[in-house]
């Protein structure tokens, strides 16, 4: 049976390296889920340097969307998974919806866009008795601030909120890092 481990913490707290780190141990057939578009510059600079990091025997896999259908085939003869990052995946799934475009957006859009983010979390979750291999999935917390001034960024922080504590439930493992430091919540 597979384990799912979900590695959290803030913006710049290590959860990457760390996550990479759970799964390098498990051996050299890491398959690497990208969930990051190359928007600007700066993404891009971004992508580059993940690419660098990850060692040469690692698969990627670029997609943000679908993978509760895709993950299990794909798990077959990994040592793992990992998905970096849920938290890049829902920002995309969101922001993919033609109403979340506009500058003022009604929060009846914000409910129904949340909706679809959570129809793909659920469709995640649902594939992981299915997956050949540990699964390891990074996102950040961003509970952990003030309010946020502005009703899209207040959306966005409960959404994604929502979405780390089903997480949180469906995982066998959670870690939360701050500092570089990894400390385990659960499992």
């Not at 710049?12 to 780190?21: C, L, P, V, Y």
């Amino acid at each position: 049976m597979s384990k799912v481990t979900l590695v959290t913490g803030g913006a710049r707290s290590g959860k990457s390296t760390f996550a990479e780190e759970l799964a390098a141990a498990k051996g050299d057939k890491i398959l690497y889920v990208a969930t990051a578009k190359a928007i600007d510059e700066e993404m891009k600079d971004r992508i580059r340097r993940h690419r660098e990091r990850r060692p040469e025997t690692w698969d990627t896999l670029e997609q943000y969307s679908g993978l509760g259908a895709v993950l299990p085939e794909r798990s077959r003869g990994r040592d793992a998974i990992l998905l970096d990052c849920v938290t890049i995946m829902s920002t995309n799934i969101i922001f993919d919806i033609p109403a979340m475009q506009r500058p003022d957006i009604p929060f009846e859009e914000m409910l129904e866009a949340e909706k679809v983010l959570a129809a793909e979390v659920e469709a995640l979750i649902a594939s992981f008795p299915d997956l050949a291999c540990d699964l390891i999935l990074v996102t950040n917390e961003v509970g952990l601030g003030l309010v946020p001034e502005y009703p899209i960024s207040r959306f966005y922080r409960d959404a994604l909120g929502r979405v780390n504590q089903a997480l949180g439930k469906a995982a066998d493992e959670v870690y939360f890092v701050t500092c570089g430091i990894p400390v385990k919540i659960k499992g």
